[in-house]
């Protein structure tokens, strides 16, 4: 079975926008045992989008159009959709009844165009849209003309979302032919692509009826997205599930997530599980690191807080770093990342402290001390580890990576 | 004149990766006059290649494809457009011997699938690529089959972008009816996208020729993209730019940026050119405030640095907040906001010092407090100006309106 998504809006056809519903719905369909061959975006003009209409009844069984579903004269895809089909629009009293009452409940009048938005293709089940105004439609034909599925989704992200999980789940897979398939997501830290795809490739290649995607995140880390098929979601399960074990003997302790949580989760995960608390101060990455650690809810549990430490008379000031340290090794050192590391745990009193120093560029760079040098170090009132690497890349690189390292650091010592 | 974009490649039709090209494309096409009325995404399968370039030539003038030029079996997109048109590929020598030579300079043989890369088009231009090993082509059909303009480019952006730019822009241009078309960005901060909309709409729709498109950037930054076409360069010019003096009219102060940067940017432009220094004290928004002002280069010329003050315990250390403050009007409030700016000025030295507190959820919020009330306050040394929100949607959302806030209120301070 393959698939072909439209997306529907000239705002899509811009330098300023773009479709990303297709990628939810690609994982959606892919569990569901359908691949995706096409994906076509086009404007609101009509004969656009009955040319495009056509062409994909002709190339695929599942097609789902997206957008176009409001009540303006832009959307027109209820009409395109009949026009092709050759079959007839019918206003359904129910929908417009409905739409009256949503306007009706905020003390609106509804204008009358907004009654287009119960229209249905003759045949098609209406899918109830619980966070917009306009209803979705599902027909599946199975007649002398062929056998297709047609989804018609509205634009917004979080309607289409509930929608499709909602509405759509459930009749695919009724109407399609039974697959289990379970997926599974590794995820590597402080690897680069090729060397992750250079050690695996030999072991995911020897796993029978297993698809293997690598993907770089942001940097730092690596994800393996496995997907098996098989008769039974067990059978299924259990080839995932042997591959993933495979790969974690593989890379052993690099491997910081199983289930496609973040590196900074894992890392909060761990700190509340032990009780312990951290605290951070950073030069090079500029408030990334805290960034990152509070981007997480219920982050104030194991996070005390942190100095952004930019100036040198702020390393001193902040994390309490000796003035003569700065000058005898220089600000981007081994030593004063130790100082960091010990000062800020000092100031804020957590079980842990990170520092940060480097040279994120793209100015600052010596031939001693290049663009992309950074030490990292942990303190934890007892010893103090540092690590000295530079990393590839530009500023918004180098200071991802720099995180990530130090938040690495963190996990292996909880771990 | 029409466009179509395709995207070639399987890994494109997967969840986890989009094209991002065709955005750069749009934006190059739209300058030279050429609106983008399809865009359609495609594997590596040779029969669903040869249907999509079928269609494109039918419905599109320039048709551009992307990817597929490599040497391996699945590159597909020579031979595709080749069998489309029903003419042969040539294998040029030139080619052949430069990828020998890019293969001996690293001390590698070649392999002789590499040589495909030379296989070009009969009547297509080589367009070289500085930066990889596959040429793309450009061929220009004008006869009695039609008339179309083909572009081949690689798939990698950098490629891509490059190759574009220095080799299609100018065969484009020669071959396309002249166009001089202007364009101008607005940004405007602190304003819903809707509010903007409702009093921009007016004054857009008034002015003649010119194509206005309103964007929401990240939260507090709303984009109006204006573009006039005329029979001279300087006559366009002259359009954008009176819309956007009337624009600049309507939204005065708010308008903070009219040639695009962003507002970290501009606030260190400022705070540069008054050589006047800044240090921020921040809770809520946990270190975002921070990256944002160092993401920009350069920006260790103004910032010191500055602490993220999540536990109360820091914001009384690194801070000097008066834990009495803390404990009469709770930690969210306009007077610990005002006590993190000038302690955070006080300690770092700084001309300005800024302070943020607030509730960014998803928990912590009470009927007085609720989620996404965020106090910002500007220290000057004699003043201190404060400023308190109430931001809609989720914890990300409210961070980053948080950190517009605080950017902005520098921004007016020295405007």
Redesign the interface.
């Known amino acids: 079975m393959n698939a072909e998504i439209i997306a529907i809006g000239s705002?899509?056809?811009?330098?300023?926008?773009?479709d990303?519903n297709s990628?939810?719905l690609?994982?959606q369909l892919?569990r569901l045992g359908v691949?995706?061959?096409?994906?076509?975006?086009?404007?609101d003009r009509l004969s656009?989008l009955v040319?495009?209409a056509r062409?994909a009844l002709s190339?695929a069984d599942v097609v789902i159009f997206m957008g176009g579903l409001g009540p303006t004269e832009d959307d027109l895809t209820r009409e395109c959709v009949a026009e092709v089909l050759g079959r007839p629009l019918q206003r359904h009293a129910r929908i417009v009844e409905d739409l009256r009452a949503r306007f009706a409940a905020r003390g609106w009048k509804m204008a009358e165009n907004n009654e287009r938005q119960g229209d249905v293709i003759a045949g098609a089940e209406i899918l109830d849209n619980k966070r917009g105004s306009a209803p979705g439609q599902f027909l599946h034909i199975d007649d002398e003309n062929g056998n297709a599925i047609i989804i018609l989704l509205p634009g917004p992200p979080h309607e289409l979302t509930a929608m499709f999980e909602e509405n759509c789940v459930e009749r695919l897979q009724r109407l399609l032919p039974a697959k289990y398939i379970a997926i599974r997501e590794l995820k590597i830290g402080m690897l680069g692509e090729s060397m992750v795809d250079k050690r695996a490739a030999p072991i995911y290649k020897a796993a029978q009826g297993i698809e293997t995607?690598i993907?770089a995140g942001s940097p730092g880390e690596v994800q393996l997205?496995l997907r098996a098929q098989a008769d039974s979601m067990e059978e299924a399960q259990k080839r995932v599930d042997a591959l993933a074990s495979l790969l974690e003997d593989e890379f052993e302790d690099a491997v910081f997530s199983s289930k496609g949580e973040s590196l900074a989760q894992i890392v909060g995960y761990y700190l509340g599980m032990r009780e312990a608390t951290l605290?951070?101060a950073e030069s090079c990455?500029?408030?990334?690191?805290?960034?990152?650690?509070?981007?997480i809810?219920?982050?104030?549990r194991y996070?005390?807080?942190?100095?952004?430490?930019?100036?040198n008379?702020?390393?001193i000031?902040?994390a309490g770093v000796p003035p003569l340290l700065i000058a005898e090794h220089g600000a981007v050192s081994k030593q004063v990342a130790a100082a960091l590391a010990e000062g800020i745990r000092a100031?804020?009193?957590s079980t842990f402290g990170i520092g940060i120093t480097g040279i994120a560029?793209?100015?600052g760079g010596s031939q001693e001390k290049p663009v992309g040098l950074v030490f990292h170090a942990l303190a934890d009132g007892k010893d103090t580890e540092v690590v000295e690497r530079t990393f590839p890349g530009d500023?918004?690189r180098i200071?991802h990576w720099a995180t990530q390292q130090a938040l690495d650091m963190v996990r292996r010592k909880l771990m």
């Open positions: 705002e899509l056809l811009t330098p300023f926008r773009q990303t990628l939810f690609t994982a892919n691949e995706v061959s096409f994906k076509t975006i086009v404007g656009d040319r495009v062409t190339r995607t993907l997205h605290a951070v990455t500029g408030g990334l690191l805290a960034e990152t650690i509070t981007s809810p219920g982050s104030s996070f005390l807080g942190g100095a952004v430490v930019y100036d008379s702020v390393k000031t902040l100031q804020c009193k560029g793209p100015g500023r918004d200071r």
